[in-house]
């Protein structure tokens, strides 16, 4: 199993859902943890989970899309622990509608977390891993960057902004001793689908979880640790002959469909 052993990782958006995966996983391979999220109960969730099983974890409250707050956030998670070996951008919003029903505000409003967040974050964080002499940058990017997907209109913008950072990030640093790729799931299975559900389909959400399962060939929805062991994977001195990449994690979604 890969190892991060003396790393030191930020992870945006590590409080839940796919982002608490990635920090439990990464704190039970021996990285010290930085939790960046806006949500401090559930990133406290998270904290005690892996202060319990003996990992190492610290909370900088952030909000990505604010200078200010990352600088902050980058700067108590070197306090914390002295350096900073990897960023994982995984911190990100959705949003339903096409180019016609996507209102203005909430279009800015996807762009300024899923894609300024992102350059914020790099932005802070690169200074750091090139002083440190190298380090991986992972971003979470979605199958949404890569394949037409119906009423993803803005989302699907902001995603496939977050795959060319990936690759220009790759192309920059790599003299730097940089490492810099990204994921691209399908579906997962979270907290926001199960709040998702609850709102628009309240009185027939089993349905339509079966129904949203169903699109991947696989017949059901990736679980958070999934996307975590990949990531973990991407991290690790393991991967070390791997930049510039995007891989996806989907079920067979892309080319698997009849």
Not at 70 to 96: H, M, S
Not at 162 to 168: D, E, K, P
Not at 194 to 212: I, Q, S
Request: with cysteine; hydrophobic share 45%; aromatic share 6%.
């Amino acid at each position: 199993m890969s190892q991060l052993v003396n790393k030191t990782a930020i992870i945006t958006g590590g409080g839940s859902g796919i982002g608490r995966a990635i920090s439990e996983s990464f704190a039970a391979a021996g990285a010290a943890v930085a939790i960046v999220d806006l949500d401090e109960a559930a990133a406290g969730e998270t904290l005690a989970a892996i202060h319990t099983a003996g990992g190492r974890a610290h909370f900088c409250r952030c909000d990505v899309a604010d200078h200010d707050s990352v600088t902050a956030a980058v700067a108590a998670a070197k306090g914390a622990f002295g350096k900073i070996d990897i960023l994982v951008n995984n911190a990100g919003i959705a949003n339903i509608g096409t180019a016609t029903t996507t209102n203005e505000s909430d279009f800015d409003r996807v762009m300024k977390v899923n894609v300024k967040g992102v350059y914020l974050c790099l932005q802070a964080v690169l200074p750091e891993l090139i002083a440190a002499g190298g380090g991986v940058v992972l971003n979470m990017s979605s199958i949404a960057a890569i394949t037409g997907l119906k009423d993803r209109f803005a989302y699907s913008a902001s995603k496939g902004a977050v795959h060319t950072m990936t690759l220009s990030i790759a192309a920059d640093y790599l003299k730097d001793n940089i490492r810099c790729n990204a994921i691209c799931p399908a579906r997962v299975h979270t907290p926001f689908v199960d709040g998702y559900l609850a709102r628009n389909y309240p009185d027939n959400r089993d349905e339509m979880f079966a129904k949203l399962s169903a699109v991947q060939p696989v017949g059901r929805m990736a679980r958070p640790d999934e996307i975590a062991k990949l990531a973990l994977y991407l991290c690790s001195d393991d991967a070390s002959y791997i930049t510039g990449q995007s891989f996806n994690i989907d079920g067979g979604y892309l080319n698997l469909r009849n």
